[in-house]
C-alpha cells in the first residue's frame, strides 16, 4: 500500500533523472505565480512558495538572514567552494537492475 502524498507544489525528481544526472528529456517549468519575491538583504532576494503561511515565511527569512554568509546566492558563489567538498554522488553498480 502507498501512503506517500506528494503534496501539492512539489516537484518529484526521481523521474526526472538519469544515472548520470542529466535530465530525460523535459523541463520543469515552474509557475512564478506559485511564489513571492523577497527582498532580505542589499541585492539579496529570496523566492518563497505562496503555500507557506506568514510564520513559516517569516522564519524562512529570518534562517536566511542568519546564515546569508554561507549560503551561495547564485551560481557563481558556488565557484569558489572545491566542487569535492559539496558534490553529492550515489556510487550505483552499473548494470545493476533495481529491487522492487
Known amino acids: 500500500m502507498n501512503n ?3 503534496p501539492k507544489d512539489l516537484i518529484p525528481f526521481q523521474g526526472l533523472f ?6 530525460k528529456g523535459r523541463s520543469i517549468i515552474i509557475n512564478p505565480n506559485n ?5 532580505i538583504l ?3 532576494s529570496l523566492k518563497i512558495g505562496i503555500c507557506n503561511n506568514l510564520d513559516q515565511i517569516k522564519e524562512i527569512i529570518q534562517l536566511c538572514i542568519v546564515y546569508a554568509d554561507i549560503i551561495a546566492w547564485s551560481y557563481d558563489d558556488l565557484k569558489v567552494f572545491d566542487k569535492y567538498i559539496i ?5 550505483l553498480i ?3 537492475k533495481p529491487i522492487i
Not at 538519469?18 to 535530465?23: A, E, S, Y
Not at 511564489?35 to 527582498?39: I, L, P, T
Request: aromatic share 8%; no cysteine.
Open 4 to 6: 506517500n502524498i506528494i
Open 18 to 23: 538519469d544515472r548520470n544526472d542529466q535530465v
Open 35 to 39: 511564489y513571492k519575491e523577497y527582498e
Open 42 to 44: 542589499l541585492e539579496k
Open 87 to 91: 558534490q553529492h554522488m550515489i556510487k
Open 94 to 96: 552499473e548494470d545493476a
